[in-house]
């Protein structure tokens, strides 16, 4: 899932200074699961605005901003600006379907897993060329804070990450795990990073 992180309200009232009238969009498949922009979310910021002095328009979330199919079926009212709880995917989605402004009242942080709602890890950067299959099923380029791939820098002592001294290196996690299937890691088996398959902006096409 796409982790997003609330920003603070008074940093939103700032960016939407000249504008009076607010509709307000949240997401409740990313950012309401972060709890960081669902309906509560959003009806909460609303409320912020409007002690603020702003007219409060409407507050609306849907399933899942990034599909452009749903956004097209908003029909906005007459507003000034639109503050997006959503992701930056969908912050974009809503911001090139509409010619009002759209500013975004979150900052996106990462693809990761969620524990019980409570905590969020990074498991994945997007980087289109995933080695997880060779590595355990564990991703280094998101987990190892160098994003290594051909395995782990000469600062890993006793197992433990060197920049997160508190953290096993994950390219001991990987191998523990390899070792459990009765694999071991092989550095021939891994490709050099290809670098061009994050080129951005990036674009992927289903054949239908």
Known sequence: MVVVELKPFNEILKTIFPFKRVTVVGCEIGSGRCMQGGLKEAKEVAQFLENNGKEIVEVLTIGGTCLIEKVRKLEFKETDVIVSLACGAGTQVIAEETEIPVVTGVSTLFIGADCHKEWFYEY??????????????????ARCPKSLKNGPCGGAINGMCEVNNDTECVWFTIDRKLRSFGKTFKIENLSFRDFSKSNHPRRFENEL
Do not use: L, M, R
């Open 124 to 141: 994945c950067i997007a980087c289109g060329d995933c080695i997880i299959s060779e590595a355990a099923g564990i991703c280094p380029i």
